[in-house]
């Protein structure tokens, strides 16, 4: 019902800045909370950031003050600012969308992220 597509990935220098977007489509009314996941290579999938519908905001301890997540709630996306990037950031970022009391969850294709100099 949900798709997600992300973009915005790619390289970027220890220091630098990144911004990846999720663009939502299909029932976008059921969504109740969008945000973003990242995976590196042998780890589990780790929260990043999540903003409810009602701007609600949890940051994961290692990007606390470091990212931002917002929402364009007319276009239907959510982006990711990554300020101060550091090596061990690299990995995929995948958006993800709840629905009302996860019901359903929703999961892009995700979008690599690389921080090396």
């Known amino acids: 019902q949900v798709q997600l597509v992300e973009s915005g990935g790619g390289l970027v220098q220890p220091g630098g800045s990144l911004r990846v977007s999720c663009a939502a489509s299909?029932?976008?009314?059921?969504?109740?909370?969008m945000g973003w996941y990242r995976q590196a290579p042998g780890k589990q999938r780790e929260l990043v950031a999540t903003r409810t519908t009602g701007n609600r905001t949890n940051y994961a301890h290692s990007v606390k003050g470091r990212f931002t997540i917002s929402r364009d709630n007319a276009k239907h996306t959510v982006y990711l600012q990554m300020n101060s990037l550091k090596p061990e950031d690299t990995a995929v970022y995948y958006c993800?969308?709840?629905?009302?009391?996860?019901?359903?969850?929703?999961w892009g294709q995700g979008t690599q992220v690389t921080v090396s100099s």
């Open positions: 993800n969308a709840d629905s009302l009391y996860s019901a359903w969850v929703a």
């Open positions: 299909g029932s976008i009314f059921s969504i109740s909370a």
